[in-house]
């Protein structure tokens, strides 16, 4: 165990996070999601964890980018890409919370969302069983203090 960090990280999402550079992209996805099977390098698993926790304890540690349009990213529904299921509301409190710089979420269609997905550096799985329980987070930088 270490000091201020979510214990619900493990040491390989940690590694993970750290190693990350600037622009990387790290996706949390819920227990549907098929992570492996459209070739994601690193999926690092919680299985039973909801993927709003795994988002905040995330978030605790990794700023996102404030140098690009669209640093988070979700899932259209299939079939009516207006829709907003309660778990992106959720979401979006997370973000807007945890974060000083005001970041809305932009969504990606079904099979687009894979495609960024897989050329991601690395995928969280978690336990989360709401639909659409997805999003992409690009990481940005620590400015100097």
């Given at each position: 165990m270490l000091?201020?960090?979510?214990?619900?990280?493990?040491?390989?999402?940690l590694y993970s996070l750290r190693a990350m550079g600037h622009g990387d992209?790290?996706?949390i996805v819920d227990a549907n999601f098929p992570a492996h099977s459209i070739g994601c390098e690193r999926v690092h698993r919680l299985d039973g964890i909801a993927a709003t926790?795994?988002?905040?304890a995330v978030l605790t540690l990794l700023p996102l980018d404030t140098f690009v349009p669209n640093p988070v990213c979700t899932m259209q529904?299939?079939?009516?890409?207006?829709?907003?299921?309660?778990i992106i509301?959720?979401?979006?409190?997370?973000?807007?919370r945890?974060?000083?710089?005001?970041?809305?979420?932009?969504?990606?269609?079904?099979?687009?969302?894979?495609?960024?997905?897989k050329n991601s550096f690395a995928v969280?799985?978690?336990?989360?069983?709401?639909?659409?329980?997805?999003?992409?987070?690009t990481k940005g930088v620590i400015p100097p203090a």
């Amino acid at each position: 165990m270490l000091k201020n960090i979510p214990p619900i990280l493990s040491p390989e999402i940690l590694y993970s996070l750290r190693a990350m550079g600037h622009g990387d992209v790290i996706a949390i996805v819920d227990a549907n999601f098929p992570a492996h099977s459209i070739g994601c390098e690193r999926v690092h698993r919680l299985d039973g964890i909801a993927a709003t926790d795994v988002l905040q304890a995330v978030l605790t540690l990794l700023p996102l980018d404030t140098f690009v349009p669209n640093p988070v990213c979700t899932m259209q529904v299939v079939g009516d890409a207006k829709a907003v299921p309660p778990i992106i509301d959720e979401f979006q409190s997370l973000i807007d919370r945890m974060n000083e710089a005001e970041i809305k979420m932009s969504a990606v269609e079904r099979f687009g969302f894979y495609d960024l997905a897989k050329n991601s550096f690395a995928v969280i799985q978690t336990g989360e069983t709401r639909l659409y329980g997805n999003i992409l987070l690009t990481k940005g930088v620590i400015p100097p203090a």
